[in-house]
């Protein structure tokens, strides 16, 4: 079972931040947190991962509460293109990571003009 | 980020026969590479696990006669589908990790099975 909570979907304008949540409650001090996207019909994109700090790159924003309970995916401007469903998973690393990723049910984004 | 190419993109069989779909890693070595399944309007759902030049692991529930994998190489694994049905019938997903980095994922292939 997924170990992360999503919220099924959400609506940002163009241009707007989109600010996607992830609960993830029951974290163990070994694992990450990972964001994959799915545009329709294709195979997930890795966006980003974090242990404990904000991490960003050139796709987005990773903002990790101090507890690791819960983290937020932020897309600074998000465009149409961005429309697609945003996954939220766990992994552990160093030794207990086996490379599996567990998908739950995600978050499906609709970019609106 | 490493590139993973799935082949074919789309496939279309009829009742009983097989198919095999090919995951390759183009510019990296994957120790490991993994096969999804993912029914429309689903989420992906995690068939088995690749190691090369080992036998696969496979999740319960997933028939590994029926799914045949072959991971001959560090940059190929192969998802055979056996004797498929219409139930077949689904997006198959491969992705592939090099020792503890992000896994990256292929551009799936739609089995049609009429």
């Known amino acids: 079972d997924a170990k992360t909570t999503q919220p099924t979907s959400m609506d940002c304008a163009e241009g707007r931040a989109a600010n996607l949540p992830c609960n993830h409650s029951t974290i163990s001090g070994n694992e990450y947190v990972y964001w994959y996207r799915q545009i329709h019909s294709q195979g997930p994109q890795y966006i980003i991962h974090?242990?404990?700090n904000n991490e960003t790159n050139e796709m987005a924003s990773l903002i990790i509460t101090e507890d690791r309970k819960s983290s937020t995916l932020i897309l600074p401007h998000a465009t149409l293109r961005d429309t697609a469903v945003y996954y939220c998973i766990v992994r552990p690393y160093g030794s207990s990571n086996t490379g599996k990723l567990i998908f739950g049910q995600g978050t499906t984004l609709q970019v609106k003009p | 980020g490493a590139v993973v190419s799935q082949h074919p993109s789309w496939v279309i069989c009829k009742s009983g026969t097989s198919v095999k779909i090919e995951c390759r890693s183009l510019d990296f070595q994957a120790t490991t590479m993994f096969w999804y399944r993912q029914f429309p309007k689903q989420s992906l759902m995690l068939m088995a696990t690749?190691?090369?030049?080992?036998?696969?692991?496979?999740e319960q529930g997933v028939e590994k006669d029926k799914f045949l994998i072959n991971h001959a190489s560090l940059t190929l694994s192969t998802l055979t589908v056996t004797s498929a049905h219409p139930e077949d019938s689904s997006f198959y997903i491969c992705?592939?990790?090099?020792?503890?980095?992000?896994?990256?994922f292929g551009q799936g292939t739609r089995l049609t099975v009429v």
């Open positions: 992705s592939a990790i090099q020792g503890n980095t992000e896994a990256f």
């Open positions: 974090g242990l404990k």
């Open positions: 690749s190691n090369e030049g080992s036998k696969a692991t496979y």
